[in-house]
C-alpha cells in the first residue's frame, strides 16, 4: 500500500472516525489505543481538532491556505511561499497552512489533538502524561515548533496491528520491529525531564528522569544539591550520554505517572 502523493489517498482507505476526520488504517488503530488509555487512566476522552486535522486531503489544504492567507502576484516581503501562481502571507490571528502538497497532515500520519491541556491541573502535568502516552503509542511530538497538539505518527501507517481489532484493546509494546525511517534515526531514543522532588522539605532536591516510554526503560539521576536546579552543562552531559531530547520540566506528580507506566511496559503491559 501507499505510493500516493501528499494528500491524494482516497478517503474510502482511510478509516472515518467523524466529519472531516479520517485515519489510515495504521494510524487510527494506534489512535484508538492512545484515546483508550487517555480515558482509562485519566478519564479524559482525547479529540481530533475540529476540521481536516487527521488526514488531510489536498483539497482541504489549499482551502485551508485561502481561507487563513493572503495572496499576491508579486513576491513582496513577508510572503512565505510561491504556490499556485501568487505569492502567499498568513493573515494576522490566523493559523500557520503549509504549502499545499507539503503539509504532513497530507504525509499520512498527523493528528492535531483538542484537548491534550485536559489530562491535568496543570499544563505542565498535562503535557508530561501527552508527552509520555504519545511516546507509547508511536506518535512524535514537539515536530512543528509551537504546536504541542501536532503528533505525527512513527510506524508503518498502513499495517494493522494484531493486538488492534480484537476489542480488548490490549498494547503489546513493540510486538515486531518495524523499518526505521531515516527520520526515526536522527530522533533521540529518550526523554528527558527535571524536577524538585520535595516542595515540602526546607531542601528539597532537583532530580532528572530518563526515561522512554515505549519501551519503559527509566533511571533518575540527583544533583545532590539542595533546591538547585541542573546546570545546563549537566543536562548538555546528560542528553549526550543518554541519547535524550531537550529537557523540559515537569512536576514530581507527573513524574511519578511516567514512572508508573514505564513501570507497566517493563511488567509487559
Ligand atoms: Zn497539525
Known amino acids: 500500500m501507499g505510493g500516493y502523493g501528499n494528500g491524494q489517498v482516497p478517503l474510502g482507505q482511510l478509516v472515518y472516525i467523524g466529519p472531516e476526520h479520517y485515519l489510515l488504517p495504521g494510524v487510527n488503530a494506534h489512535w484508538q489505543g492512545l484515546v483508550g488509555e487517555a480515558r482509562a487512566s485519566y478519564g479524559v476522552t482525547l479529540r481530533i481538532t475540529g476540521g481536516w486535522n487527521g488526514y488531510r486531503p489536498l483539497a482541504a489544504q489549499e482551502q485551508y491556505l485561502r481561507d487563513n492567507y493572503t495572496a499576491h502576484v508579486l513576491p513582496v516581503a513577508g510572503y512565505e511561499y510561491y504556490w499556485g501562481g501568487r505569492w502567499w502571507k498568513r493573515r ?93 534515526d536522527d530522533m533521540p531514543k529518550n526523554s528527558l525531564a527535571t524536577y524538585r522532588n520535595d516542595t515540602t522539605s526546607p531542601k528539597p532536591t532537583y532530580t532528572a528522569l530518563v526515561y522512554n516510554a515505549g519501551s519503559g526503560f527509566n533511571v533518575e539521576f540527583t544533583n545532590g544539591a539542595n533546591d538547585t536546579p541542573f546546570t545546563d552543562g549537566y543536562l548538555a552531559n546528560l542528553r549526550a550520554s543518554h541519547d535524550t531530547g531537550p529537557a523540559f520540566a515537569t512536576s514530581k506528580g507527573a513524574a511519578d505517572v511516567i514512572k508508573a507506566a514505564c513501570a507497566k511496559v517493563l511488567a509487559g503491559g
Request: charge should be negative; include cysteine; aromatic fraction near 12%.
Open 92 to 184: 494576522p490571528g490566523k493559523p500557520k497552512a503549509a504549502k499545499p502538497g507539503t503539509s504532513p497532515h497530507g504525509a499520512y500520519g498527523a493528528v492535531d489533538v483538542a484537548n491534550w491541556r485536559d489530562l491535568a491541573r496543570t499544563e505542565r502535568e498535562a503535557w508530561a502524561i501527552f508527552a509520555a502516552l504519545c511516546a507509547k503509542w508511536r506518535f512524535a511530538t514537539q515536530r512543528v515548533p509551537g504546536e504541542l497538539w501536532h503528533i505525527e505518527f512513527t510506524g508503518d501507517p498502513w499495517a494493522i496491528p494484531s493486538w488492534a481489532g480484537s476489542g480488548s484493546n490490549t498494547f503489546e509494546p513493540n510486538p515486531e520491529p518495524e523499518p526505521q525511517s531515516e527520520e526515526d
